[in-house]
């Protein structure tokens, strides 16, 4: 089981040399499922959604698409608050109030969009996740087989490492952690464009950083690969380097009954 993280692409900030190499990589990865972790665009320009539904359809593998803050219509409060979603409906054709799944042997996935219109604090850049959508992720994961890798992908963050942590965590993260706990095994998220993974409450958190914009935050651009293979699972960060993706730092976790921690 091969899963390659992307987040972040901010197309309309894309640095065209590095999406083209992260492409490349991705062939030679051969993921079983590529999922994108929202940001797909800067200021939610058709132009933007145009450059990335042709990135997309370029992946080697199936994409699980979750969008992210940058998606939404900014600072044109009209478009923002009467048709958030127009333009990913009609680039990405998904739905963005509902959960979107890919399943596979031995993986269930479901997307969550955690971005909103607006927040009860000055940043409305920070996400939250509600009782439906943790509803919906917890009747997929039931119907599936129990011995399946269950992944939840979404934008806003349910770990911080200091660097990161004035963002804040996806709103109501203690919420879905309860719900989660024992039911998932890998949260996915980007949104603060630094790579780390840990484990909270004996899940596995992956964070990627930007793919390929120019909007760093002190890393370089990466992605991270995670492979699984049963009670074993390892999340590797692939950097540019300013040639190419390489192998930047592996993490391995082992899963002892139903939580995850980190081998020694």
């Known amino acids: 089981m091969r899963i390659a993280q992307i987040s972040d692409l901010h197309f309309g900030r894309d640095v065209a040399a590095v999406a083209r190499s992260l492409l490349a990589d991705l062939c030679d990865a051969a993921p079983t499922m590529v999922a994108v972790c929202g940001d797909l665009t800067q200021r939610a320009r058709p ?3 145009r450059a990335a539904r ?4 370029e992946l080697p593998a199936p994409a699980l698409v979750v969008p992210g803050n940058h998606d939404l219509p900014g600072w044109r409060v009209w478009s923002r608050f009467t048709r958030p979603w127009r333009p990913w409906r009609l680039h990405l054709s998904t739905d ?8 596979a042997d031995g993986l269930v996935a479901v997307g969550v969009n955690t971005a909103r219109q607006w927040g ?3 940043d409305w850049s920070r996400g939250r996740i509600d009782a439906r959508q943790l509803a919906a992720i917890g009747a997929a994961f039931d119907e599936a087989p129990s011995d399946d890798l269950r992944v939840v992908v979404a934008h806003h963050p349910f770990l911080l490492t200091p660097p990161g942590r004035n963002r804040g965590l996806v709103g109501r993260s203690k919420l879905a952690l309860r719900h989660l706990r024992r ?7 980007g ?7 840990g484990v909270v409450d004996g899940l596995v958190v992956a964070q990627s950083g930007t793919a390929f914009s120019d909007r760093l935050k002190g890393e370089p651009n990466s992605y991270n690969l995670i492979e699984a293979d049963g009670d074993r699972l390892s ?6 380097d300013g040639a190419r993706f390489d192998t930047h730092l592996r993490t391995d ?12």
């Not at 039911?183 to 998220?189: E, F, T, V």
Request: proline share 10%.
């Open 183 to 189: 039911r998932a095994d890998l949260l996915l998220g």
């Open 96 to 103: 963005p109030y509902g959960a979107v799944s890919h399943t």
């Open 235 to 240: 999340v590797s960060t692939r950097r540019w």
């Open 253 to 264: 976790y082992v899963r002892d009954g139903h939580e995850w921690r980190p081998t020694p």
């Open 191 to 197: 949104h603060i464009h630094l790579a780390y993974s």
């Open 47 to 49: 132009a933007e959604f």
């Open 120 to 122: 009860p604090h000055p």
């Open 54 to 57: 042709a990135f997309l359809d």
